[in-house]
């Protein structure tokens, strides 16, 4: 796992980068919490 993150019209966005040899899932977000991931996977 990996959060990077990057500034958006002056606010702060994350990325997420979920991987294993199986699948590889990207999540962009706006809230530092892996809750929000929780809630929408």
């Given at each position: 796992m990996d959060e990077?993150?990057?500034s958006l019209k002056g606010i702060k966005e994350?990325?997420?980068v979920f991987s294993n040899f199986?699948?590889?899932l990207i999540y962009?977000?706006?809230t530092h919490h892996c809750i929000e991931l929780k809630i929408k996977v």
């Open positions: 990077t993150p990057w994350w990325l997420r199986q699948f590889l962009p977000g706006d």
